[in-house]
């Protein structure tokens, strides 16, 4: 698994403030090496200090551990930083194979220890939750708190993780199915200039769908007739070239594995 430069896009599907710390992209110990569970944080930082004053200390590191600590931040008004894309250190020992610095994403939340915690930042904490589950077709239960697994952290303190993880699978079971992974995307068909099928269809809804088919592209046979059309032809290569410049995928002008998540959005 490289560099997870997804995770501001998966952040933004939580509905909050998203900041992107700059450099993020290349930040981490390394890549990260695979994806298997979720660490719920607490920052211990200050009392007060604004928003997310842990900022620093999460992304460079502290005297004794080098920097990035976690992938995201969680601010108290629930506005989420991304820090790092990489590997972080953020559970070391961990007491669960799926839940290791190589094996997990780490979020902090600003809590100083003792302060309740916000609505506004809890309700953001489960939806980045749950999000992260959804893009990494976990389930609910790879969720847990740094405390559940490495026996000397107290964090995050008070909040219920079982009802933390119910409020997770909640909004899991509410939303998109997490069947669409990247496996299902393999199986969906390469879909180029010359086929005449139905699956062209399919992708001229899709880039409808998704505001990419300009007026002029179908006036001069209707947009039905347009959307029923089973041709690949020249004018839909370059709507599907336009859809991927947009997108920041690589620009090939035909629907494969690349192209089908961000076409059906999943
Ligand atoms: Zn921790």
Redesign the pocket.
Known sequence: MPYLTQLADVARRVGVPVTEVAGWKTRGHGPQPEVQGV??????GPAGGGDYPSLAVVRDGRPGLDGPL?HFGLGRSGHIYVIAAGRCW??APSTSPRHDNSSSI?I?AENDGRQPWPEAQKAAYIRLCAELCREFALPASRVK???EV?TS????HSIDMNAFRRAVAALLDGGTSPSWTEEIMKQLPMVRLGDDNYDVKTVRGCLFARGRVPVSAYEQVGLEDWLKSTRYDSGLVELVRGFQQAEGIEEDGFVGPGTWPSLLRV
């Open positions: 660490v719920c944080h607490h920052t211990a976690s953020h559970n780490g902090e708190a740094h405390r490495n952290k107290p964090d995050p």
